[in-house]
T-cell receptor, first 113, second 108 residues
Framework: SAVISQKPSRDICQRGTSLTIQCQVD?????MFWYRQQPGQSLTLIAT?????????ESGFVIDKFPISRPNLTFSTLTVSNMSPEDSSIYLC??????????FGPGTRLTVT | QKEVEQNSGPLSVPEGAIASLNCTYS??????FFWYRQYSGKSPELIMF????GDKEDGRFTAQLNKASQYVSLLIRDSQPSDSATYLC????????FGTGTRLQVFP
């Protein structure tokens, strides 16, 4: 399986600011995903990020709040914009292989004060 | 109706016993099914996947799929305290849908 890294691993941010999370994969992958996991909850898909096209957002998530870049087949960023305490969560990127198996990065733990 | 349902637990089993984790799903068109293990403070780790009806075994883990009943399960034989974690069932329709997870506690 691919090796996935995320930066930062954690951050504490003030409300109203923005944070960009980076996801790096050690091999080329077509499909990358961004998830959110709030405390004690399961994973919620934010968007699918395919290289060369606009990200596809799930219901309840909008590009203005969560802009995503996918400049190449090994890298993606997710920005959490104009943060509020409700955005405090773990943000995870994942990649999917040709067998539809998804593997997750270590996550970014975000606290908004 | 939730798309993927799991009992939240905790499921407590003694060391050496069989732990049985269950999951039901609503979309009959689902083609692939996954079990992830998530330790506290860590990201989910893929441990099993199954595509066809029946059983699939990998070491101490067995995944069971019954598409007619829309039911998938995970059996962990010879449970160890290190198996204590939350187990997430995920079902692939046009995207991966996760259940809320079952917390497993294996006590010595």
């Amino acid at each position: 399986s691919a090796v996935i890294s995320q930066k930062p691993s954690r951050d504490i941010c003030q409300r109203g600011t923005s944070l960009t999370i980076q996801c790096q994969v050690d091999s080329q992958v077509t499909m990358m995903f961004w998830y959110r996991q709030q405390p004690g909850q399961s994973l919620t898909l934010i968007a699918t990020a395919n290289q060369g096209s606009e990200a596809t957002y799930e219901s309840g998530f909008v590009i203005d709040k969560f802009p995503i870049s996918r400049p190449n087949l090994t890298f993606s960023t997710l920005t959490v914009s104009n943060m509020s305490p409700e955005d405090s969560s773990i943000y995870l990127c994942s990649v999917q292989d040709e067998d539809y198996e998804q593997y997750f990065g270590p996550g970014t733990r975000l606290t908004v004060t | 109706q939730k798309e993927v349902e799991q009992n939240s637990g905790p499921l407590s089993v003694p060391e050496g016993a069989i732990a049985s984790l269950n999951c039901t799903y609503s979309d009959r068109g689902s083609q692939s099914f996954f079990w992830y293990r998530q330790y506290s403070g860590k990201s989910p780790e893929l441990i099993m996947f199954i595509y066809s009806n029946g059983d699939k075994e990998d070491g101490r883990f067995t995944a069971q799929l019954n598409k007619a009943s829309q039911y998938v399960s995970l059996l962990i034989r010879d449970s160890q305290p290190s198996d204590s974690a939350t187990y997430l069932c995920a079902v692939n329709t046009d995207k991966l849908i996760f259940g809320t997870g079952t917390r497993l506690q294996v006590f010595p």
